[in-house]
């Protein structure tokens, strides 16, 4: 992982997603950058423009980054001009950054969600890390990552095996299903469980070949409540996870497992697009 893009606006939940970031800058020796995107509310002279662009860019120094300056981890700071929705994601794409970082925020049915965050989660273009304000700035110690052999989950498994590799982590990857009624015992190779465990295997060879510590689980429970049982049990730091790609509807531009996951937990959950996803 090279370029880290965190974004703020100054807010408690974006400082706290901010020094997150500046952690895992500092144990995996990525590039940071700290953007904030900016657009004036109504029309303005050029001279006013620049104003308060010359003023955005320096309560961004001078206050929003100043929680770094007293660590030793180089970083960029630079203001967008637009729409955080357009400016931001195209940014991430053309400067290929490998995860982008936010806060979790927001009122009513989005609390912890925000706007602009959920925007970014359902329109994927590089991974994206919702970091809710109450998870500690720490470096992440113990990784959960669904996987289901889908296209979107082998995304999220390759993407975990070079992230969890270069901050040490410990990877459990969880399948969970509510498997239909059978009649062979749980103990019989060709049982739910027997065969699940066998594609857990499979679709854990680049953890399996990566050099991280890694442990399959698979539980019989609906996945997205068995993922947030695990995100806000205390045995988890991180949550990693396949987005599924455009489709015709708003509702399932982001999967409704990763949706609920996103809404719920209370450790960084990472948004991962697949290959295709990625592309312009």
Known sequence: MKNVLA???GSPPAQAALAWAAAVCSTSGSRLTVATAWQPEHEMAPDAYSEHLERARRVLDDDWCAILRATDIPYEAIVLEGDPRQVLPSWSVQHEADLMVMGTHGHG???????????LAHNLRRPLVAVPETAPADVPERIVVGVDGSIPS??????????????????????????????????DPKSWLQRARHSMEEWTTALRESSVGVKCRVVEHEAARALIELATDGTTDLVVLGARGRGGFAE?????????????????VVLVPTATDRQD
């Not at 531009?253 to 996951?261: D, F, I, R, W, Y």
């Open 154 to 187: 082998s995304a999220a498994v390759d993407w975990c095996a070079t992230f969890a590799a270069e901050v040490h982590a410990q990877v459990l990857a969880v399948f969970a299903e509510v498997p239909v009624a059978e009649w062979v015992p749980r103990t």
């Open 252 to 268: 399932l531009l982001l999967g409704s497992t990763a949706l609920k996951v996103l809404h719920h937990s209370e450790v960084p």
């Open 7 to 9: 974004v703020t606006d």
């Open 109 to 119: 049915r989005d609390r912890r969600v925000g706007s602009v965050t959920t925007f």
